[in-house]
C-alpha cells in the first residue's frame, strides 16, 4: 500500500527490504540509533512503519504504535540531506492522520530536551509538553531526560 500526501512525497509502508536504508539515515541522524532489529521487530508487532519517499530517495520514515485509544509515535526521522525542507512536519502530520484514521483520541511522543528543532517542530504541529521520564535516552553523559509530549486528535 502506498499514500500520497502531497504532490512531492509518496508513502509506503515499511518493509524489511528498506532495512539497509533506514538504518543508514538513523546512524546519520541519531547519536544513539534504533537498531536493525528495532524496526524489523517493530514491521512484525504490526506497528504502522512507513516510508517517505521524493522521487525515488527515501527521505524519512516513522513507526508508530496503537493501542487503547492512543497512538505512541516511536520514531520520526528524516534524512540529513532532506532536513529544513517541511519534510518533518509532513511526516508529523502524515502519522497525526493516520491516528485519527485508526480513531485514536490522542497520540503521544517523547523527545529529548536537547532536539530543539524537533520540540519546535511538535510545537508547531499542535503538540503539548505534558511532562518528563527521567533517564529515558543514553546520552553522552550518561542519560537524558524525554519530554512527553501529546496532541489531542478528538
Not at 85 to 100: D, H, N, P, S, Y
Amino acid at each position: 500500500m502506498s499514500a500520497r500526501i502531497d504532490n512531492d512525497t509518496t508513502y509506503r509502508r515499511m518493509a524489511e527490504r528498506h532495512l539497509d536504508e533506514i538504518v543508514a539515515i538513523e546512524r546519520a541522524v541519531h547519536v544513539h540509533p534504533w537498531s536493525p532489529g528495532n524496526f524489523a521487530d517493530s514491521i512484525r508487532a504490526g506497528y504502522d512503519c512507513w516510508v517517505a519517499y521524493r522521487d525515488s530517495a527515501l527521505v524519512g520514515y516513522g513507526v508508530v504504535m496503537f493501542g487503547a485509544g492512543e497512538a505512541h509515535l516511536l520514531n520520526l526521522s528524516v534524512a540529513p540531506d532532506w532536513q529544513r525542507q517541511g519534510i518533518g512536519a509532513e511526516l508529523t502530520r502524515f502519522f497525526v492522520k493516520l491516528a485519527r484514521d485508526c480513531s485514536a483520541d490522542k497520540i503521544y511522543l517523547e523527545v529529548r530536551p536537547s532536539n530543539a528543532a524537533a520540540r519546535a517542530l511538535y510545537l508547531a504541529e499542535g503538540f503539548a509538553e505534558v511532562g518528563v521520564r527521567r533517564d529515558y535516552y543514553p546520552s553522552a553523559g550518561g542519560r537524558e531526560d524525554a519530554v512527553i509530549m501529546e496532541l489531542s486528535l478528538t
